[in-house]
């Protein structure tokens, strides 16, 4: 099946770092998203891209859809406590397909 | 309305129980789907619903049986589930298909 390699697996940051996480894939997806999911909860969706080349703010977020459709990256500018969590990219291939989910990224922010 | 709802939030089960999970939005969405997902790992899809049809379904054992009763509703039925079995099951729901989903909170299943 389609799998995302999503880097790096873990940062440790301090408060007020930008942070820059990506994930290529040897698939071309159409849809790429970025989630955020904290401890026992279900994944928040932060940004949606759906267009080679978009890029696509939210806030302190930003996020890219590779030009060759096979790779994305997020960052986050001047980073909160709050901002602590695990970030997935996700892709979608066709319109009735579900995600493919990359393994993550862990970002700790040390005070 | 603006957000996807799971009930129950915990369960716990034998081996030989039947229980189900329940879905619900209210966003005129119209696609829906089943995702699990295990202890430090990302989410698995199961099953997806487009206009209340099941579209995919990724191999997933017949101990689980999903239902779409409505647009607004998906159900997750369980019967003679493993210990294998116990993990974070969350529904999501888009649009439409090929559009973000928005995820719930998801039902944390233990299975004894």
């Known amino acids: 099946g389609q799998q995302l390699n999503q880097s790096p697996q873990s940062m440790f940051i301090q408060e007020g770092e930008d942070v820059s996480m990506n994930c290529t894939s040897s698939?071309?997806?159409?849809?790429w998203l970025w989630y955020k999911q904290d401890p026992g909860e279900g994944p928040v969706l932060l940004i949606a891209l759906y267009k080679a080349g978009e890029l696509t703010s939210n806030g302190r977020l930003t996020a890219q859809f590779g030009i060759t459709r096979k790779d994305s990256f997020l960052n986050i500018s001047a980073s909160i406590p709050s901002d602590v969590g695990i970030y997935f990219c996700?892709?979608?291939?066709?319109?009735?397909?579900?995600?493919?989910f990359g393994k993550g990224t862990h970002l700790i922010i040390q005070p | 309305d603006t957000e996807v709802t799971q009930t129950p939030k915990h369960l716990v089960m034998g081996m030989t129980n039947k229980k189900s999970l329940k879905c619900e939005q209210h966003m005129g969405h119209r696609a829906m789907y089943w995702y699990k997902q295990k202890a430090k790992k990302p989410p698995e899809l199961m099953f997806v619903?487009?206009?209340?049809?099941?579209?995919i379904n990724e191999s997933v054992p017949s101990r689980f049986s999903p239902e779409c009763p409505n647009s607004s509703l998906l159900n997750l039925h369980l019967h003679a589930l493993q210990p294998e079995d116990s993990a974070l099951y969350l529904c999501?729901?888009?649009?439409?298909?090929?559009?973000?989903?928005?995820f719930g909170p998801g039902t944390r299943l233990t299975v004894l």
């Open positions: 999501a729901s888009s649009q439409d298909p090929g559009w973000g989903s928005f």
């Open positions: 698939s071309i997806f159409n849809t």
């Open positions: 619903y487009s206009y209340e049809k099941l579209s």
């Open positions: 996700a892709g979608q291939s066709g319109g009735a397909d579900g995600l493919t």
